[in-house]
Structure formats: structure tokens, C-alpha cells
């Protein structure tokens, strides 16, 4: 087993790659959700015989289900509402917090909206979501029981 390249560097070197490395990364996913965009507009995900965009960045492009999902939510988001690419940018908001309100943003709340979300956590933006969607209405269930009542005659030999 070869030994790693960062096992070389000294605490300081380290921290400061690793963040060298975040920062890149970021401007990369950036990317990937432009590159997404213009993929699904030219529709070659489906010219590759994929069924959604979804479907292309799991099976393609080996993203887990929810990487992938975050991936697409956040794209389309930023499609919808180019502010949200602004933020993403700024690292107001990540993909997590961008996918949690995707669903719920609309041309009425997303100001209302983008503007609680910012620097905020995963559960927080969860909270602020959930104040947004109507509340859902279970439905009361009858199930009928059958209770099979033993022959008492049996049970005594017959008799």
C-alpha cells in the first residue's frame, strides 16, 4: 500500500489543501448544475436512452439516489429562480438547503423564503419548509375484524 501524498504534509499544509480542495470543489458543483441545466434543455438524456435527468446522474454519471436528487432539485431550482445560483455562489445556501425548498418555492414566497433560508442549517431550513406546505390529511381507517368463535363442542370431545 502506497503512502499518501498528505501523510507528507505538515498540520498547516494539510488544513490549508483541504480547504484549497473545498473551495474547488464548490465552483465545481456550480458547474455540474449549470452542465445539468443545459443537458436536460437539450433533452441528451434522454437522446442517450435515459428516462429523466435523474435517472442520467445515477446510472451515467454514478451518483448515489440522493446526490443525484439534490443535484437535479438544485438545477432546476436555479433554472426556475437564478437567484438561488447567486446564493449558491455566495454560500448563503448549499444543495441540501436549495433541495429542502425546491418543491415550495414559487413566484409569490421565494424572497420571503430564499431570504429565511440563508446560513442556515439543515434542520432549520427544514423547519422554515414545513411551515410552507399544507399540512397533510390522513384519512381515517375502518378496518372490519373477524374473530373466529371456536365450536364449544369440540372442545369437550364432542360431547
Known amino acids: 500500500c502506497a503512502m499518501s501524498f498528505v501523510a507528507g504534509l505538515s498540520d498547516n499544509e494539510l488544513l490549508a489543501s483541504t480547504l484549497k480542495l473545498r473551495r474547488r470543489e464548490h465552483k465545481t458543483t456550480l458547474e455540474i448544475l449549470d452542465h445539468l441545466n443545459e443537458i436536460e434543455r437539450r433533452r441528451l438524456h434522454l437522446k442517450l436512452g435515459y428516462s429523466s435527468l435523474f435517472d442520467y446522474c445515477t446510472r451515467h454519471l454514478k451518483y448515489s439516489a440522493s446526490a443525484a436528487g439534490r443535484r437535479v432539485q438544485a438545477a432546476k431550482c436555479v433554472r426556475r429562480y437564478p437567484e438561488v445560483y447567486e446564493l449558491l455562489e455566495k454560500e ?68
Not at 390529511?137 to 368463535?149: G, I, K, P, T, Y
Open 92 to 159: 448563503k445556501v448549499n444543495l441540501m438547503t436549495v433541495a429542502l425548498v425546491a418543491g415550495i418555492l414559487n413566484d409569490g414566497n421565494r424572497h420571503e423564503v430564499l431570504g429565511a433560508i440563508q446560513e442556515k442549517t439543515q434542520r432549520e431550513v427544514e423547519a422554515i419548509a414545513s411551515r410552507y406546505r399544507p399540512p397533510v390529511a390522513l384519512r381515517d381507517r375502518v378496518s372490519h375484524v373477524r374473530v373466529c368463535v371456536p365450536d364449544r363442542s369440540l372442545s369437550h370431545g364432542g360431547l
